[in-house]
């Protein structure tokens, strides 16, 4: 059975907070095959919940797929919701993380918040959901800490 995907292939407003955007999965063509699905998006941006400032973030989500797969087009609206949202940086990381697990229910998934300084200081947020799978190559996220110009 073909998903229902209501976001693919027209066009879409970006949904107004994350608590309105739509996550659509796809069927995962290699389910019980362990292997690593990665999205970045260096691009990150929310706001801070006290100043209404922008905050912005290198964000890497690592998974491995059971079932389902996330569908991309579904997860750049999700994640350009937050652009309007105020959230600190612990929150917004771990949000978008269980909001994914909701909605594709992965084996196994880490999600890696580079965040840029705020009042000099930069704030990595790290979490997963347990040991990564045997036999599962997981290459480093490829985001350096933050090191200031130069």
Request: charged share 20%; proline share 12%.
């Amino acid at each position: 059975m073909e998903p229902i995907l209501t976001q693919l292939g027209r066009s879409t407003p970006l949904p107004a907070c994350p608590d309105e955007a739509v996550l659509e999965t796809v069927p995962n063509p290699h389910p019980g095959t362990v292997y690593l699905v990665r999205f970045s998006a260096p691009e990150f941006t929310s706001l801070c919940p006290i100043t209404g400032q922008p905050d912005f973030a290198h964000l890497v989500v690592d998974y491995v797929p059971e079932a389902s797969l996330v569908e991309s087009k579904s997860l750049k609206l999700f994640l350009g919701s937050y652009r309007n949202h105020g959230a600190f940086h612990e929150d917004c990381t771990l949000a978008i993380a269980k909001r994914l697990i909701d909605a594709c229910e992965p084996k196994w998934l880490r999600i890696a918040g580079y965040w840029y300084p705020r009042g000099g200081i930069p704030i990595d947020v790290f979490w997963q959901t347990e040991t990564p799978p045997e036999g599962l190559w997981l290459p480093d996220p490829g985001v350096a800490g933050y090191r200031g110009r130069g």
